[in-house]
């Protein structure tokens, strides 16, 4: 029987990678712009691999593969994925983390960078007939007095640093997965992430998003921090409670933000940070270059082949049967 490949979604001028890793085994391809959870079951129904960029894929979805399908992500993370579902369905599933760390540290420096030296504020005021750059660039540190906050380290978050060092940034970080001995060798200092709220004129988030992460971001924890201070989040959407950050940034409680990512995205028209001041919006472009985009199609072509040839993902997810 025919083999058949199915991607649900994408955001890529073409898929002829992916077509041609389908058609060079003999499987039948077919590329979709599934939106809704109704689209991607209707999509992935008797499929043998599926490439799933920003649909959701729900227990239902999995329900619809064949029997030991193959779901490969486009992209670091997953969570539009129901991995516990996929597990006890024996479905396997594949990421690809590594196509993208350079872009999105780059991202989130550059983001950093334009945050600190109130380039936002200031290009507004130009615009605005204004030529007062102390009125609307203070209160702004020079950068060797200035602590840069890591919320999480990680691979990107390492990038992030390492760009910065030739700033003369001070660094800290709040990493349960960091130990000291490693801090010191990075030259940063470890603290709690309470220390990290009242310490930090910018706080740059790089965890993943867990129980204990999700919504970390609130306005009590808004309400620790520095009325100067600022966070960039090019991690997860769901690290910060957008309704509170909305309000921090219409209060002054504190001076600004930088997303790249949100809670729920596209960002709705109808969504309150649009209205907030002092806030940096890119559309989820941090992953983005030339070169990423054609490692990104090229690793999940790779991972579409493997699985046709029955082998494993590249770059496996491994899930956890849930206790009945």
Not at 111 to 132: F, Y
Request: net charge negative.
């Amino acid at each position: 029987m025919t083999k058949r490949v199915v991607i649900t979604d994408y955001t890529f001028p073409t898929v002829e990678l992916e077509q041609a890793a389908a058609e060079i085994a003999g499987a039948e391809f077919i590329a979709c712009q599934s939106k809704t959870d109704e689209d991607v079951i209707a999509a992935v129904k008797g499929a043998d691999v599926v490439a799933v960029q920003f649909a959701p894929f729900t227990k239902d979805a999995i329900a619809a593969l064949n029997p030991n399908a193959t779901i490969i992500r486009y992209g670091v993370g997953y969570d539009n994925i129901d991995i516990v579902a996929a597990a006890e369905a024996n479905i396997s599933i594949g990421y690809v983390p590594d196509y993208c760390a350079d872009e999105v540290a780059d991202h989130t420096v550059a983001s950093i960078l334009t945050l600190l030296r109130k380039l936002l504020k200031l290009d507004k005021s130009v615009r605005e007939g204004e030529w007062a750059a102390v009125q609307y660039a203070q209160p702004l540190k020079p950068f060797f007095e200035t602590v840069i906050g890591f919320y999480g380290l990680g691979q990107i978050g390492n990038a992030v640093l390492h760009r910065l060092k030739g700033f003369g940034f001070k660094f800290i970080v709040s990493d349960p997965m960091l130990d000291e001995a490693t801090a010191q060798s990075l030259g940063v200092q470890l603290c709690t992430a309470d220390e990290l709220l009242r310490q930090a004129d910018l706080i740059s988030l790089h965890a993943p998003a867990t129980d204990e992460t999700t919504g970390f971001f609130n306005r009590f924890h808004f309400a620790m921090m520095q009325p100067h201070a600022m966070i960039v989040n090019s991690a997860r959407g769901q690290l910060v409670n957008e309704t509170d950050l909305t309000n921090a940034l219409i209060n002054g409680v504190i001076a600004g933000a930088a997303l790249d990512v949100f809670e729920v995205e596209p960002l709705p028209k109808t969504s309150k940070l649009l209205d907030a001041p002092n806030l940096l919006l890119t559309p989820h472009a941090a992953w983005y270059s030339d070169s990423a985009i054609n490692r990104l199609q090229g690793l999940v072509a790779q991972d579409i082949s493997r699985a046709l040839n029955g082998e494993k993902p590249r770059k496996p997810i491994h899930t956890i049967k849930q206790e009945a």
